[in-house]
């Protein structure tokens, strides 16, 4: 059974950072697609970032671009999100999620339970 456990979740000034951390226990992590979504109170869930299985392909949405890393480390079947330059509007709960399903681009099968991150102006 694939489990997912995120943490470094908090809250942080703006103009702060924090380092997400997300463990997987179970399935073939090193050989998986894996990502960050968020999301904002009363808003939908957004990609953040994507990282393929050798950190080869890396995707940041525009609004995160040149502040937040998404990082892997296989050994440790351990996926990170650094964020940097933290605004107001980065404040909701972050997953990571996992297995990219087959036949899509964007959708995982697996997701942890989320980390909240609040950001105060």
């Known amino acids: 059974q694939v489990q997912l456990v995120e943490s470094g979740g908090g809250l942080v000034q703006a103009g702060g950072s924090l380092r997400l951390s997300c463990a997987q226990s179970?399935?073939?992590?090193?050989?998986?697609?894996a990502a960050w979504f968020r999301q904002a109170p009363g808003k939908e869930r957004l990609l953040v970032a994507s990282?393929?299985?050798?950190?080869?392909?890396?995707y940041y949405s525009d609004a995160v671009r040149g502040r937040f890393t998404i990082s892997r480390d296989n050994a440790k079947n351990a996926m990170y999100l650094q964020m940097n330059s933290l605004k107001p509007e980065d404040t909701a709960v972050y997953y990571c999620?996992?297995?990219?399903?087959?036949?899509?681009?964007?959708?995982?099968?697996?997701w942890g339970q989320g980390t909240l991150v609040t950001v105060s102006s």
């Open positions: 999620a996992t297995e990219i399903r087959r036949g899509t681009t964007d959708e995982y099968n697996y």
């Open positions: 179970g399935g073939a992590f090193s050989l998986w697609g």
């Open positions: 990282i393929n299985w050798v950190s080869t392909i890396i």
